[in-house]
């Protein structure tokens, strides 16, 4: 597709289930990012994949979140035994690799609204 | 962590030049400025980048002092369609958690 795109687009679920959330970046970026955005507020950074480097997880809020990315490919994000603090939009996006150190111009998915019940 | 502030609302009419202001005191010397668009229900759209001294494209201006401690992006002529958050980013390809995106400005365009 022309853009990134995210599924599901909307996921209700009940507190403790586990949920996974998709990801398809722009062909050809190597860079993906995960970010949450609770309502009303910024973007939050969760998770970055460059290319085969070690993703940076350093803003995954806990150990119940994880990601994985498929060469330069899809992504899952997946939340295990979620808790209502985890209700939010999940944004994911891609970029191609910088080619200078901080050129960053990120495409964002429409995202996934997540409501933990 | 290069940190923003930016102006939590702003009203503006039809026509008008709207700019936004982004403070970001300790910025990096390896760090670019980038501004986002959100519109509600949509992920953010990129608007514009820099990194000193003034960048132009179609849609806005982006205005960076010497001492880069402050930017400010210029809409020209904003229309109703216009209304949306707008985010100042600062960060470099050190880490992507440098990358963080602050509460954003809502910006109100009224006819």
């Known amino acids: 597709g022309a853009g990134v795109s995210q599924s599901p687009s909307n996921k209700v679920t009940e507190k403790g289930k586990d949920v996974e959330l998709r990801c398809d970046p722009i062909?050809?970026?190597?860079?993906l990012y995960w970010y949450r955005q609770r309502l009303g507020q910024g973007l939050e950074f969760l998770i970055y994949?460059?290319?085969?480097?070690?993703?940076?997880k350093s803003g995954l809020p806990s150990d119940r979140f994880s990601a994985e990315r498929t060469g330069e490919s899809v992504s899952t994000l997946t939340i295990q035994r979620t808790q209502q603090e985890d209700s939010a939009v999940y944004l994911c996006?891609?970029?191609?690799?910088?080619?200078?150190?901080?050129?960053?111009?990120?495409?964002f998915g429409p995202g996934t609204r997540l409501t933990v019940t | 962590l290069a940190k923003t502030t930016q102006p939590i609302s702003m009203d503006s009419y039809e026509g008008q030049e709207v700019n936004i202001t982004c403070s970001h005191n300790?910025?990096?010397?390896?760090?670019?400025i980038t501004w986002y668009q959100q519109f509600p229900s949509q992920g953010p759209r990129f608007i514009i980048q820099g990194y000193k001294t003034k960048v132009t494209n179609e849609v806005a201006s982006l205005f960076i002092p010497a001492d880069r401690k402050s930017s400010t992006l210029s809409l020209p002529r904003v229309s109703l369609s216009d209304t949306a958050v707008y985010y100042c980013?600062?960060?470099?390809?050190?880490?992507?958690?440098?990358?963080?995106f602050g509460s954003g400005t809502q910006l109100t365009v009224l006819p």
């Open positions: 300790n910025i990096a010397t390896n760090d670019y």
């Open positions: 980013l600062v960060g470099s390809s050190g880490s992507a958690r440098q990358l963080t």
């Open positions: 996006a891609s970029s191609f690799t910088p080619r200078l150190a901080g050129e960053h111009e990120q495409y």
């Open positions: 994949f460059q290319g085969n480097s070690a993703p940076d």
């Open positions: 062909s050809g970026h190597t860079a």
